[in-house]
T-cell receptor, first 116, second 115 residues
Framework: DGGITQSPKYLFRKEGQNVTLSCEQNLNHDAMYWYRQDPGQGLRLIYYSQIVNDFQKGDIAEGYSVSREKKESFPLTVTSAQKNPTAFYLC???????????????FGDGTRLSIL | AQTVTQSQPEMSVQEAETVTLSCTYDTSENNYYLFWYKQPPSRQMILVIRQEAYKQQNATENRFSVNFQKAAKSFSLKISDSQLGDTAMYFCAFHSQDSNYQLIWGAGTKLIIKP
């Protein structure tokens, strides 16, 4: 079955440490997204990528970095510069955002990141 | 700026009742796309229903339907014959060319279905 796989499900970060969240999709989607969700709140866009080797900052990109070396993969690194990383992180993908503009985003199951 | 407002932070109804979740949005675009997503306690985000603004007919998916009022910029979700499995956070979202087709999200409504 096609879908989006996020790993790990739970992740703990120590002070000063960078951690990387994995996101892989086998839906052949062009666009991929990373969102952050805090308790009781909606989703905020961190980064998105429309094509391999290209990505754009979202609303809250500071303290995060991404790469898009393969169409299927869009890992997110939470750097030590992100002072409040505790949150639920969701990865999503969609058909090309322009041509497939009526198509929804498909989501992974999320990663919960906490500080030790 | 484009915004989405969900004015009901939390709602609860008895099983089998009908419930309506409200959503309003603000955009200067004439064509855009609206979505309702459901996030159950498992935290997975699931598409419930979608509507294209140029279509006048309200979208329907089984027990879920929308009341799309373009002039009022309103996009409410009606759940008929509610079931315990409908308990979840519900998010309204839309995108348009103005938003560069990035989803603009509401803050969500927590829906509790009581047995």
């Amino acid at each position: 079955d096609g879908g989006i796989t996020q790993s790990p499900k739970y992740l703990f970060r120590k002070e000063g440490q960078n951690v990387t969240l994995s996101c892989e999709q086998n839906l052949n989607h062009d666009a991929m997204y990373w969102y952050r969700q805090d308790p009781g709140q909606g989703l905020r866009l961190i980064y998105y990528s429309q094509i391999v080797n290209d990505f754009q900052k979202g609303d809250i990109a500071e303290g995060y970095s991404v790469s898009r070396e393969k169409k299927e993969s869009f890992p997110l690194t939470v750097t030590s510069a992100q002072k409040n990383p505790t949150a639920f992180y969701l990865c999503a993908s969609s058909v090309d955002r322009g041509l497939g503009r009526n198509q929804p985003q498909h989501f992974g199951d999320g990663t919960r990141l906490s500080i030790l | 700026a484009q915004t989405v407002t969900q004015s009901q932070p939390e709602m609860s109804v008895q099983e089998a009742e009908t419930v309506t979740l409200s959503c309003t949005y603000d955009t200067s675009e004439n064509n855009y796309y609206l979505f309702w997503y459901k996030q159950p306690p498992s935290r997975q985000m699931i598409l419930v229903i979608r509507q294209e603004a140029y279509k006048q007919q309200n979208a329907t998916e089984n027990r879920f339907s929308v009341n799309f009022q373009k002039a009022a910029k309103s996009f409410s979700l009606k759940i008929s014959d509610s079931q315990l499995g409908d308990t979840a956070m519900y998010f309204c979202a839309f995108h348009s060319q103005d938003s560069n087709y990035q989803l603009i999200w509401g803050a969500g409504t927590k829906l509790i279905i009581k047995p």
